[in-house]
């Protein structure tokens, strides 16, 4: 009899416990519904790179949540980095990657490598999980037949002499109406940052400059930048020195007191030129973070570091 009870009133704890997750859980979607009816339709870019695309783990979570947003009735669009990936292919046909003022510099045989890993490797398996694994619809995009481009060279910080980066371009034109096409159609276009110009050429773009002019064009209402690091730091060594609002005025004054420098100063230079043309916002967050994306869409506590404009 004893036994009988303990089993009962240990079956009811049980219950009742496991009925009190639940209810938190209906609690969190509740909470998130002002923020989907908010964002319902509209679009938002997300640009995703940074070592944190070297962990499965990372990446498999940013991309379940990126299906979450489209699932919610918001439109994403996913433009991918692959710096790291590119640099380890790299130097097995031994090419030493080259970096300058933060860009890749890209010699003709760099921009076949890239083009290679970037629509073979990276996006084919971004492509598959976000399919296979989240049940959602995405397409896959390749920046050479959506985006169009001139060669940049970038200037030397000493001099201020233009310094050659190869075959580097500079997004001037979206195809808006093809990727808005794939958004009605209710996929996530899954965006290579590779160009083209007026011949043909393909030109390699950074990842973070090709989508703040997405964005731009796209008329998004929120720019995400999906890394490996918190957000823009006063210290790059320490965490805590997180800054969590910069204003798009700040920026040339930061660059020159060296408060921003390496791949960080051309990402904050093209999100404030996407801002100035429309972009809502523009957010950089670290996407190691679990359910990073999530709590910067549908909650008001900021995870990372906002770019606005006064």
Partial sequence: MIYALYSL??????????????????????EALPYIQKFQGQSILVKFGG????????????????AFLAAAGLQ????????????????????????????RYTCEKTIKVVDQVLHEKINRELLRFLQQDCGAEAAAVSGKNVL?????????????QPLDLGYVGRVVNVDTEQLGWILKRRQIPVITPLACDMNGQAYNINADMAACVIAAQMKVCKLVFLSDVPGVLQDPEDPSS???????????????????????????????QAIAEGVGKVHLIDGRLKHALLLEIFTDQGIGTQILKK
């Fill in 51 to 66: 070592s944190a695309m070297e962990e499965p783990a990372v990446v498999q979570g940013a991309l379940r949540d990126l």
């Fill in 242 to 272: 997180l800054i969590s609002s910069i204003y798009c005025e700040e920026i040339p004054e930061m660059a020159r007191r060296g408060s921003i420098s390496g791949g960080m100063l051309p990402k904050l230079e093209s999100a404030a």
């Fill in 148 to 160: 169009r481009c001139e060669r940049i060279s970038t200037p030397d910080l000493e001099t201020g």
């Fill in 76 to 103: 994403p669009l996913l433009v991918h980095g692959g710096g790291k990936a590119i640099s380890a292919e790299l130097k097995k046909y031994g090419i030493e990657p080259l970096f300058i003022n933060g860009l």
């Fill in 9 to 30: 009133f240990s079956t009811q704890l049980f219950t009742m416990c496991d009925m009190q997750q639940l209810i938190a859980k209906a609690d969190v979607l509740v």
